[in-house]
């Protein structure tokens, strides 16, 4: 287990820059085995040393790039794959441990309709940002949206989302993608309101 200061999602890349022991000890492992980690968020204390507390939620992430460097320094680029819930933490030698088992989420037509219409309104939101001079990602909906299920759809809107950790767990630990769609349209609402108030 990876505890971090940022949340990963289902689908989504993170760019870790490997320096403790302990994780050069895991993302070791990791590669020798092929085998993923788990990244969850730490809620309360520091990423560095242990003694924090973390979210029960995270996702498995799977090494798709590994650099090593000269110091034994790495950096890494991961994948997220699948949510997980963590189910208890074990000892934290030589690396964090923990239980965890994946979660799977269903989707249906009516959610995919639902995911759609809220892409449509993050599509809107950035357009209106961008002419306030705010710098954000162009999005292209039919490219985004393309062979993806409400679930998978959900994640890449919270991934293109301006929020910040706490609200991005929110977003990954929803029970499902109609949950997951009714925090990034409150999300949505929270920005269009600050944009809105900044003229």
């Known amino acids: 287990m990876f505890p971090l200061g940022v949340v990963l999602l289902p689908g989504s ?7 403790e022991d302990r994780y050069k000890q895991l993302s070791q492992h990791c590669i020798e ?8 968020l730490i ?8 003694g924090d507390e973390r979210a029960s939620v995270g996702c ?19 994948l997220g794959t699948s949510k997980i819930g963590v189910q208890e933490w074990h000892l934290d030698a030589p690396y964090p441990i923990a239980s965890v088992v994946e979660i799977h989420e269903a989707s ?6 639902r995911a759609r219409k809220v892409l449509r309104q993050f599509s809107n939101f950035v ?22 299920e409400a679930t998978e759809l959900s994640y890449r809107i919270a991934d293109l989302l ?13 029970s499902g993608s109609e949950e997951r769609l009714t925090v990034i349209e409150d999300h ?4 269009e309101e600050i944009l809105d108030s900044r003229g």
């Open 13 to 19: 890349i993170l760019p870790l820059h490997i320096f």
């Open 33 to 40: 085995s092929q085998s993923q980690f788990g990244v969850v």
């Open 43 to 50: 809620e309360r204390g520091q990423e560095v040393g242990g």
């Open 60 to 78: 498995l992430a799977e090494i798709i790039q590994s650099d090593l460097m000269p110091d034994g320094r790495s950096n890494l680029l991961v």
């Open 108 to 113: 249906n037509d009516t959610s995919i309709l």
């Open 127 to 148: 357009q209106k940002a961008k002419l306030s001079g705010y710098e954000l990602p162009e999005i292209d909906e039919d490219a985004m949206a393309i062979g993806l």
């Open 162 to 174: 301006p929020a910040g950790p706490f609200d991005r767990q929110r977003m990954l630990a929803a």
């Open 188 to 191: 949505l609402e929270g920005l």
